[in-house]
């Protein structure tokens, strides 16, 4: 279990704009996050000694990061081979790296060029490897094919249907409506859900997070040294990594997983809550892991919000609205802000508990959740001002 | 059908799989168990989890159920599915109580139903490989 309780805090965040089409290289975007996150917490370069990310075969090296910028000494260089799970890792990993000595002052990011170059919803290699050729070659091969094969498990054990989707799709879409960063801005109605083609039975295209060029970052450091800086200290109080058994031979697979109407957070959430010493009734705002619709109801079961099978009804009637009981995804989520794999939910967060939000601030939030992760690994933090 | 004309992803065997496609291209389905009367387990693995005994391959019924399935509409790659839309895919427990994954063949998307009884059908792509499907069963 995460030890550190309130020890470490995230004094910068940056963000480049998120787009279709970057133009640019995956490590300029890189560079231009943690510069800014850095330049936003009252630093500079000289003070970095760590620098940790997560990619897919898809990033820049932190290496290469640190280089740009200058970097004296990146003592702690990291790169996790993770995906949507990776985003609170991360983070959580930068305050091991300090409380190690490894490091005093870590910038973390994500960069990805997740439209215009790899892109994570495309196709395969044509040569099936691994767990891959039980898969790949009957034509299963996207992220939103392999998530469309749990939500059906959610519909078939708790009669889950499109309705509860619809319900997170058009919530987070207006929340997207009035923040200056997301990419569809939009407003998306119930009919306009329903009216949006399949892509692959049960969800429809509004069930699918989108694609995006762009990149964010943090710094950690202590929360000692962070009260000295620039912003009040957004204070990691809790986290959370792994899953349950039989997390499978890569992300996609979980041919061996118990049962699809749950994910990873049914597995974390133990330790999540302990180590902050909150729960469920504590959060004011949620920053959850939405790449489809469905996962947004398995991280609210996971983690105890309502019981299994019950995140249906549990998300109806303005419950995750900015005015409702649990604001979800204030910034629009990776569904209608941005996908930089959930790091940009972690940023949402900061702004939020700085109450730099604008328009979206949740009034008086002082602790949120960050989720990452949909499926049999993932990553959760506990952040208060 | 020739090899070069067959443009979708193709299984590439390893020395844990080899003997699942060797049986799929004989029109047998091996799986593997751990011991005689010990569970059968899906995809191959070199070690049983948790008794880290060796496996052994035994040949399966080929019946099972649906668990759960996707019907694909929108073509990735297109260039490839375009042609092949609407399909599906399963996943299927089989009677020995493993799942294991394959299409869903001779059966409309949309009369695929929860816990519809299935049985293995061998469908032979190239002269090395034959995938599994799955159709309704017989009786």
């Not at chain 1, 260089?77 to 409380?99: K, P």
């Not at chain 1, 995006?212 to 040294?225: P, Y």
């Not at chain 2, 059968?40 to 019946?63: H, I, K, M, N, Q």
């Amino acid at each position: 279990m995460y030890k550190l309780r309130d020890k470490y805090a995230i004094a910068g965040i940056g963000t480049t704009d998120y787009t279709k089409f970057s133009g640019r290289t995956v490590r300029s975007l890189a560079t231009e996050a943690c510069l800014k996150a850095i330049a936003d917490a009252g630093l500079s370069v000289g003070d970095i000694d760590g620098i940790v990310s997560f990619n897919f075969n898809d990033s820049a090296p932190a290496i290469g990061v640190a280089t740009e910028m200058g970097i004296e000494n990146a003592g702690y260089a990291v790169d996790y081979a993770a995906g949507g799970n990776g985003a609170n890792l991360i983070t959580l990993a930068a305050a091991a790296a300090i409380e190690a000595g490894l490091a005093e002052t870590v910038v973390c990011f994500r960069a990805m060029n997740g439209r215009s170059g790899f892109r994570l919803g495309g196709g395969r290699d044509l040569s099936a490897y691994g767990v891959t050729q039980y898969t790949a070659p009957l034509g299963w091969i996207t992220y939103p094919q392999a998530m469309a094969m749990w939500a059906r498990r959610h519909m078939i054990d708790y009669g889950t249907t499109a309705e509860h989707w619809a319900e997170i799709a058009t919530t987070f879409r207006d929340n997207a409506a009035i923040n200056p960063r997301a990419m569809q801005r939009t407003p998306m109605s119930k009919d306009d859900y329903f009216n949006s083609r399949f892509i692959v039975d049960p969800f429809r295209m509004y069930d699918i997070c989108l694609e995006s060029d762009g990149a964010c970052a943090v710094v950690v450091t202590s929360a000692e040294r962070a009260r000295d800086l620039r912003h009040k200290p957004v204070y990691i109080m809790g986290g959370a990594y792994g899953g349950g058994p039989t997390q499978g031979d890569d992300l996609f697979d979980a041919i061996r997983w118990p049962s699809h109407s749950h994910n990873c957070f049914k597995y974390l959430a133990d330790d999540l809550w302990n180590s902050a010493g909150v729960g469920p009734q504590d959060v004011d705002v949620a920053e959850i892991y939405d790449c489809f619709t469905y996962s947004v109801l398995m991280a609210l079961e996971g983690l105890g919000f309502c019981k299994e099978g019950e995140g249906g009804p549990f998300v109806m009637d303005g419950r995750i609205a900015r005015t409702g009981a649990l604001p979800l995804n204030t910034h629009g989520g990776l569904l209608s802000e941005a996908y930089i794999h959930g790091f940009n939910h972690v940023i949402e967060a900061v702004e939020q508990l700085r109450g730099h939000s604008g328009e979206r601030q949740i009034e008086g939030a002082e602790i949120a959740l960050t989720t990452a992760g949909a499926m049999t690994c993932g990553s959760a933090m506990i952040l208060r001002n | 059908m020739t090899d070069t004309a067959y443009a979708k992803p193709l299984p590439v065997p390893d020395p844990e799989s080899t003997p699942f496609w060797d049986g799929m291209r004989e029109g047998r389905l091996m799986l593997q168990r751990c011991g005689a009367d010990g569970p059968w387990l899906f995809p191959p693995v070199t070690f049983c989890p948790g008794s880290l005994d060796r496996p052994e391959w035994a040949e399966a019924s080929g019946r099972g159920s649906v668990f759960s399935w996707i019907v694909v509409r929108h073509p990735v790659p297109r260039d490839i599915y375009a042609g092949e839309v609407p399909y599906v895919v399963a996943i299927v427990e089989l009677a020995e109580g493993c799942r294991m994954t394959g299409n869903i063949v001779d059966c409309a998307p949309e009369d695929v139903t929860a816990g519809m009884a299935v049985e293995i059908l061998f469908n032979r792509v190239t002269e090395a490989i034959t995938l599994p499907a799955f159709r309704p069963a017989r009786g």
